[in-house]
């Protein structure tokens, strides 16, 4: 990148994030640097875009509850419901009463609860009211088939390049993707998987590559249709890590489970402890992938929002010097960190089932 | 604590998004761009491999070609060597046969020489014959005129015919 495109890119990125904070600033309400980050990192039944409250502009995703029946409303009538103080709190906070086809319904920290004779009984920050099952399309649902749409487009578009043109060199859109497809093929898959079992698992370790850095990637863009911390959602990262395990554990074979029950080289008096711990082993392993995506994905949202906070905390534009050079060098850095999580979750993926299917060698 | 208690929700969506994604992608997209990347490293390695031979095959018909321009040289040089030594052996022979030829021509000459000497001297002998008749008729005119000069000449004659 030439120095004039850093330039452009600093003077947008400063622009946009003045824009999507200048309403907040102007107003006289006392700024809650935690609270926000935590607003942005979460997830959210709308998409909001700039300004505050009922002035500002947001995108109002659909609601959609399985409580006797599918009932979809736009979250539109939980926002603009009336709010309610919670009392009996540890913090203050409050909750948003539905109207319309949202009747019945509630809105505390974007979880939807059924109202009990029109309120909901709060003890200790938490509602003791029924939650209907939310599968709604909130903004990390959104923000999902967007990442899912840019990643069939850019590989659909791949395929056909070779699908018209037969073997032939590279070019447009497939000379940047084949190199990343064949590097996890080359590099992540073969030297974790032996021998030709490998090619039974590209299909699985790529998508979980190509998933993790394009909604990495897309997280990282401050303004819609970017910015959603999908990757660093608990959520997320589970199903990931619970599909490593089901590979890992149904492409075990003889060897890999014989190495879990009767470890060779270790006495049989010691299979009593063994066993255990290499039974917990197996949930471990993944459930460190699971950790290790959240943690980095949101640790990195939250520096970045930090950063620019201080702008807000201490109400000065000048703040903004400092404060947006900074956030820009995390940005980049989290780039490289979008590449790096997603190559790391693909090869520990691949090295586990790697173990799994490895055949006995002495 | 909301930060990492998973939503059903999400994971429900997710789960059916990449179950979704893996399938299309597996099938569509791995697979076809993985073997045509497959079937394009063969066909580098096959070129690759037709070049290296096409090298050796201009290699070895480059040698091909050296050999025979070199038997070509050394037939021609073996030609050349034959034609100078038929040259020299008919130039040889040429002059053998123009020496045979001369001294047949020298023979021929000196025994055309030699008879037509004889025929000369024999010629010359007869003339002379006459010359002395004649002289010898004058000679005789003259001396005879007397006898004792007939007698003497006789005489002398007839000493000189058996002298002869």
Redesign the interface.
Known sequence: MSRTTILRFLSIFTFLVGLAFTAGATKEKKFNVSETIMHHIGDAHEWHLWGEGHQGTSIYLPVILYDNGIKVFSSKHLYHGKAISVEDSLKPSEYLVGEGPAQGYALLHEKIYKLNNGKLDVHWAHPKNAMPLDLSITKNVLSLFIGAFILLAVMLSTSLYYKKNGAVAPRGIAKFIEPLIVYVRDEIVKPNIHGAKHTRYIGFITTIFFFILVNNLLGMIPIFPGGANLTGNISVTLFLALCTLLVTVFSGNKNYWKHIFATPGVPWALLPIMIPIELVGIFTKPFALMIRLFANMTAGHIIVLSLISIIFINKSAAWGLLSVPMALFISVLEILVAFLQAYLFASLSALFIGAAVEEEHH | M??????????????I??C???L???K???????S??N??SQ?IDEALLEAEKARQEMKSLHAENERILKEARAERDAILKEAKEAGARMIEEARDKSKIEGQKLIESAKLAINSERNSAIADMKAQIATFSVDIAESLVKESLASDDKQKALASKMVQDIQLN
């Open positions: 909301d930060l990492v208690t998973p939503s059903f929700g999400l994971l429900f969506w997710t789960g998004t990449f979704l994604l893996l299309v992608l597996a569509f997209v791995w697979k076809p761009v993985l045509a990347v079937a394009r066909k």
